[in-house]
């Protein structure tokens, strides 16, 4: 980050407010320059502009969260902020590529976990619990088991695949953080989640990948994944010990549910992604 988060908040006025929102008339203004910019100097300005926004947004959450919590609880999540400011600044030091939209990319990858973080501290403290447990948690794809880096799904590039100044790993996607549940059956805890392409240099021969796949854990395993489907907008997601219902908008405007059951599957994360090149 381009300053410090807890600097900002210490300075900020600690009172119980609303809980901030994400969607605000200056988000809005700075997302319109972004998809009118003509040129390439105008698109960098304006995924910078997002960024700082975001990064401004942020510090208010974690203000306002702060101001919701007993003095140890406190020091806890300024702790646990410092953490993440440092994990973040590592990994968005990164690079993307060596092409002229790298610095672009670069600036809606920093925004991206700005939001990420940002409903992190502004969901309901249930569904919060519920990402911090399986932010870390292991998830099957392509047939073999990878860990979540804080909710990211990190992808080593092939090295037939890799040239110079490439990143040697991309993020490709993440957990959808407002949709995380947990749920007790008998002796057993199960969390659920919804995984999704992230946004940035998620591009391949067939597109820009939007699968949404639902994730089951039991007792921290990886027990199931099912593809909800493809091109389409969560709406919500609801989970008893009876079974797991989402409902969605599809891009085409039809609103549709589906429902799962615990059961276990054997099935991978579908990720449509240049490096794999394969899809259904």
């Known amino acids: 980050m381009r300053k410090s988060l807890i600097g900002a908040v210490l300075i900020l006025c600690a009172g119980c407010a609303p809980a901030p929102q994400w969607e605000t008339p200056e988000r809005s203004a700075v997302e319109s320059e972004l998809e009118n910019a003509a040129t390439q100097v105008e698109m960098t300005s304006a995924a910078g502009g997002m960024a700082i926004l975001a990064e401004k947004q942020l510090a208010e959450a974690l203000d306002w969260k702060l101001s919701t919590l007993s003095a140890p609880e406190r020091r806890a999540l300024l702790l646990e902020q410092f953490k993440w400011q440092r994990l973040m600044d590592r990994r968005n030091a990164e690079p993307?590529?060596?092409?002229?939209?790298?610095?672009?990319?670069?600036?809606?990858?920093?925004?991206?976990?700005?939001?990420?973080r940002f409903e992190e501290l502004t969901v309901p403290e249930e569904v919060r619990r519920a990402f911090v447990e399986m932010r870390e948690a292991p998830v099957r794809f392509l047939g073999?088991?990878?860990?979540?880096?804080?909710?990211?799904?990190?992808?080593?590039?092939?090295?037939?695949?890799?040239?110079?100044?490439?990143?040697?790993?991309?993020?490709?996607?993440?957990?959808?953080?407002?949709?995380?549940?947990?749920?007790?059956?008998?002796?057993?805890?199960?969390?659920?989640?919804?995984?999704?392409?992230?946004?940035?240099?998620?591009?391949?021969?067939?597109?820009?990948?939007?699968?949404?796949?639902?994730?089951?854990?039991?007792?921290?395993?990886?027990?199931?994944?099912?593809?909800i489907g493809r091109r389409l907008v969560m709406l919500g997601l609801d989970a008893s010990p009876e079974k797991i219902e989402v409902s969605f908008r599809t891009r085409e405007g039809?609103?549709?549910?589906?429902?799962?059951?615990?059961?276990?599957?054997?099935?991978?994360?579908?990720?449509?992604?240049?490096?794999?090149?394969?899809?259904?």
Request: charged share 25%; glycine share 8%.
């Open 144 to 227: 073999k088991m990878f860990p979540l880096n804080h909710g990211e799904l990190n992808f080593k590039i092939p090295a037939e695949k890799w040239e110079k100044g490439m990143p040697e790993t991309e993020t490709i996607a993440q957990l959808n953080i407002p949709f995380c549940r947990a749920v007790e059956i008998g002796g057993d805890r199960f969390l659920v989640g919804v995984i999704e392409p992230t946004n940035y240099n998620v591009v391949s021969s067939f597109g820009l990948g939007t699968e949404q796949n639902l994730c089951i854990w039991k007792n921290g395993e990886f027990f199931a994944s099912h593809l």
């Open 254 to 280: 039809e609103f549709l549910k589906k429902s799962f059951a615990w059961t276990p599957n054997s099935d991978s994360l579908q990720i449509n992604h240049w490096t794999i090149e394969k899809i259904d």
């Open 96 to 116: 993307i590529s060596g092409g002229s939209i790298a610095a672009m990319q670069e600036s809606l990858r920093e925004e991206a976990r700005l939001k990420n």
